[in-house]
Nanobody, 124 residues
């Protein structure tokens, strides 16, 4: 079982940076693929970035590629999303998720555990 708690959200100006953290508890953190999703009001949850259980593979949505970086520190039971060059369209609630899947899942239905979300607001 995995429990996830996001932190690090806030209000930033366009072009700025934030680093989101996802603290995990449970005995098998390193055995799960991890992903970040986001959801704006009135819109469906969308994939942002994912990393395989081994950390050897990453996958990014085209909208954030070259701006966001996903990483994980299994020793600290924490996963990060470094967000640079933020745009107003990045404004959303960001969720971390864990999947008992091979590779890097990119759809919400493939994930088994979810955090409660952290708000990211980017002003223009």
């Amino acid at each position: 079982q995995v429990q996830l708690v996001e932190s690090g959200g806030g209000l930033v100006q366009a072009g700025g940076s934030l680093r989101l953290s996802c603290a995990a508890s449970g005995r098998t953190f390193s055995s799960y693929a991890m992903g970040w999703f986001r959801q704006a009001p009135g819109k469906e949850r969308e994939f942002v970035a994912g990393i395989s259980w081994s950390g050897g593979s990453t996958y990014y949505a085209d909208s954030v590629k070259a701006r966001f970086t996903i990483s994980r520190d299994n020793a600290k039971n924490t996963r990060y999303l470094q967000m640079n060059s933020l745009k107003p369209e990045d404004t959303a609630v960001y969720y971390c998720a864990a999947a008992k899947r091979v590779g890097v899942p990119s759809t919400p239905s493939e994930y088994d555990y979810w955090g409660q979300g952290t708000q990211v607001t980017v002003s223009s």
